[in-house]
């Protein structure tokens, strides 16, 4: 089957805009939806559309009888919501009358060795778009994220710090998204792309941009604050078993259980 439509720009014009009819926000922005015209000079906005014009595509040819259902619900929807929020989200600047820039979130480069070296390995899958997960973060990941950085209430809000890589949750988080991308960008499903999105960036991102509590919350796109992972007290030798132990772990490490001793000290 051929495509309904030959480029991206020619279904969001075609399709997505005039199934989009929502309230657009005039001057409170929390919860409330809000647009530009000029969509098209908004990377992140873009990016988006031309996976989700992919996505239609291949539910065009799906022969389930939930197909477009499923995409509307599990693509169509959420890129949406995520694209017009008017309070943190990649067109949080503009109104329907007025573009506004929107940059994308900084980066301080990687120090050169930060994560070690590793030699490549042929381990005959396709090669991959970019080697390592920071170089993943800084040409694709950050480029295609735009969202309102927190000022002073940090509650609801995103934060972000430049020197990400210094945070271990962070790089982690990223590494886990490189390894998603890649296997989207090879996928013979279609929808891979779209669903990168929403199963994986923007649930990852929510968390790690988290003003109030994520791991950056003491940083700000200016300034890096070191953010300690919890802490522990060493663990006692042989709490939780003698090495070989064959008792269960669930019942290691607790102490004895009174309630099987009798009165007289014996057990039952």
């Known amino acids: 089957m051929p495509p309904q439509f030959g480029h991206f720009t020619d279904f969001a014009q075609a399709w997505m805009l005039p199934t989009i009819s929502v309230r657009l926000a005039q001057a409170n922005r929390e919860n409330t939806f809000t647009w530009c015209s000029r969509w098209w000079s908004h990377r992140p906005v873009a990016v988006r559309v031309a996976h989700l014009h992919t996505a239609f595509e291949a539910m065009r040819r799906s022969k389930a009888g939930s197909s477009l259902s499923t995409f509307l619900l599990s693509h169509f929807d959420p890129h949406v919501n995520l694209i017009l929020d008017a309070a943190n989200g990649p067109l949080h600047r503009c109104t329907r009358t007025h573009h506004q820039t929107t940059p994308s979130l900084p980066f301080d480069p990687v120090p050169p060795g930060w994560f070690g070296t590793k030699p490549p390995v042929d381990d005959g899958k396709p090669p991959k778009k970019f080697d390592h997960y920071s170089e993943f973060a800084e040409q694709w990941l950050l480029p295609v994220t735009s969202v309102k950085i927190a ?9 972000w710090c430049r020197q990400w890589w210094r945070h271990q949750s962070v790089a982690i988080r990223f590494a886990g998204l490189h390894a998603c991308f890649e296997a989207a960008v090879n996928a013979e499903d279609k929808m891979a792309m779209s669903a990168l999105f929403v199963r994986h960036v923007d649930p990852q991102l929510r968390y ?10 003491r940083c700000t796109p200016d300034q890096h604050v070191d953010s300690p992972g919890l802490t522990s007290e060493r663990v006692p030798a042989n709490w939780f078993g003698a090495p070989g132990s064959a008792i269960p772990i669930e019942a290691l490490g607790f102490a004895p259980d009174f309630r099987a001793l009798a009165q007289g000290g014996e057990p039952q």
């Open 151 to 159: 000022a002073n209430n940090r509650e609801g809000q995103y934060t």
């Open 208 to 217: 790690v941009l988290d003003a109030a509590n994520g791991p950056l919350h």
